[in-house]
C-alpha cells in the first residue's frame, strides 16, 4: 500500500505513511490519534480498491493546531469614496500519518462478556392493567319537533 484517500472535514487527500498535512480544524485535542475514513487504496499490483474492499485503517496523529496566513481582501468602487479593507485567517490543524495498514479485527462478544454486562438485579414488577371503563351509555335521542310545538298560538 504505497497511499490512500482519506476524508477529512467535507475534503479528500492522498496521504503517504510519514507523510503530514493541513487540514480543516479537527475536533481532537493535540497529540490525539484517530482513524480518518479511508476512500481507496492504490500503489498494489492489483490496482486501486474502493471503499469496505480497501479493507485498510489509516492511523493519524494531529500534530498542532494553528492559524493559517491572513488573506486580505480590499473592495473599492471608482469615483465615490468607497473603499473596504477585510482579512481572513483559517484555522487549520496539522496531521501527520502515522501509518496506512490492515483493519484491526474488533472481537465478536463472547458469551463470557454477555453475562458479565448484565444486571444482576431482579426486574421491577409491572403495575396490573387498569380495566378501560364501559362507554356504552347512549344519550337519549332528540324528539322530533312538530309544527305546532314551534309556533305560538
Do not use: C
Amino acid at each position: 500500500m504505497t497511499y490512500a484517500i482519506i476524508a477529512l472535514g467535507g475534503k479528500q487527500y492522498r496521504v503517504r505513511e510519514g507523510e503530514w498535512l493541513l487540514v480543516d480544524r479537527l475536533p481532537q485535542e493535540e497529540g490525539a490519534t484517530f482513524s480518518p475514513e479511508v476512500l481507496l487504496v492504490g500503489g498494489d499490483k492489483d490496482g486501486p480498491k474502493f471503499g469496505a474492499d480497501a479493507k485498510v485503517e489509516v492511523t493519524a496523529t494531529v500534530t498542532e493546531h494553528l492559524l493559517g496566513k491572513k488573506i486580505v481582501v480590499g473592495k473599492h468602487r471608482q469615483r465615490v469614496g468607497y473603499r473596504r479593507r477585510n482579512g481572513h485567517r483559517s484555522r487549520l490543524s496539522k496531521i501527520e500519518i502515522q501509518s496506512i495498514g490492515a483493519k484491526t479485527a474488533r472481537r465478536a462478544p463472547t458469551k463470557k462478556d454477555e453475562t458479565a454486562e448484565k444486571p444482576k438485579t431482579a426486574p421491577k414488577p409491572r403495575a396490573a392493567a387498569k380495566p378501560k371503563a364501559a362507554t356504552t351509555a347512549r344519550k337519549p335521542a332528540a324528539k322530533p319537533k312538530t309544527e305546532t310545538e314551534g309556533k305560538a298560538e
